[in-house]
């Protein structure tokens, strides 16, 4: 079955130090994934796609195919970047583009 | 900012009752696909419509259904509200095509009681 994990439902750390924040897939297929990002009071909003391969907000993930893996990492993290994250696996097993989210995780920057 | 907007933003109602959220797409956008999120969960795919026509479903009870109208606006009804109906409800619309994109609204946050 298709899955998305988020192993961390909470990361803390200091502005300036690295942020990764976890995501494993199950999927039989080539997948094609995603980061949302949930800032306070506002809508879920596409942070970055694999297969854009671009860095957004001094973030990136690539994915690791041997380890099912999509991690999204920052070298160093602004108070800003406080937020929840979700990661996101297209689903095309079944008609139309359905999007898989993990549960999230709230990432939260302290100066 | 995209332009995807829900209305009602808070709706409450008793358990058997029935209710219409409604979504207006993004200017241009074909697809409309909506999503449950209980608290402390990510979203959970309901269904999709494309070009007007349901395009794929989540494991849903049939008291689910949708509907997509011209010019970018569609709606969620859902019959017979439960208890664990309680949630945010999403729409999110895109272009289908290879790079398709998913905006989200605001959502509508419904409690059942």
């Known amino acids: 079955a298709q899955r998305v994990t988020q192993p961390e439902k909470l990361l803390s750390v200091f502005k300036g130090a690295p942020v990764e924040l976890k995501c494993n897939y199950s999927?039989?297929?080539?997948?094609?994934l995603f980061w949302y990002v949930q800032y306070s009071r506002q809508r879920l909003q596409l942070l970055l796609r694999?297969?854009s391969r671009e860095s957004i907000k001094g973030f990136t993930a690539d994915l690791n195919k041997g380890e099912t893996s999509f991690h999204l990492k920052k070298p160093f993290a602004q108070e800003e970047d406080s937020a929840m994250y979700y990661c996101?696996?297209?689903?095309?097993?079944?008609?139309?583009?359905?999007?898989?989210f993990g549960k999230g995780t709230t990432l939260s920057v302290s100066s | 900012e995209t332009g995807v907007t829900q209305s009602p933003t808070h709706l409450i109602k008793t358990r058997g009752q029935q209710v219409t959220l409604r979504c207006s797409s993004q200017?241009?956008?074909?697809?409309v696909s909506w999503y449950q999120q209980a608290l402390g969960q990510g979203p959970q795919f309901i269904f999709q419509?494309?070009?007007?026509?349901?395009?794929g479903r989540g494991n849903f009870p049939p008291r689910f259904s949708g509907l997509q109208f011209p010019k970018y606006s569609s709606e969620l009804n859902v019959n017979a509200l439960e208890l664990d109906d309680s949630a945010l409800y999403l729409c999110?619309?895109?272009?289908?095509?290879?790079?398709?994109?998913?905006?989200f609204g605001p959502g509508t946050r419904l409690l059942v009681l």
């Open positions: 999110a619309s895109s272009l289908r095509g290879p790079s398709e994109t998913q905006y």
């Open positions: 999927y039989s297929g080539s997948p094609e």
């Open positions: 694999h297969i």
């Open positions: 996101a696996l297209k689903n095309d097993n079944q008609a139309g583009t359905a999007l898989i």
């Open positions: 200017s241009g956008h074909n697809t």
């Open positions: 419509y494309y070009r007007e026509e349901e395009n």
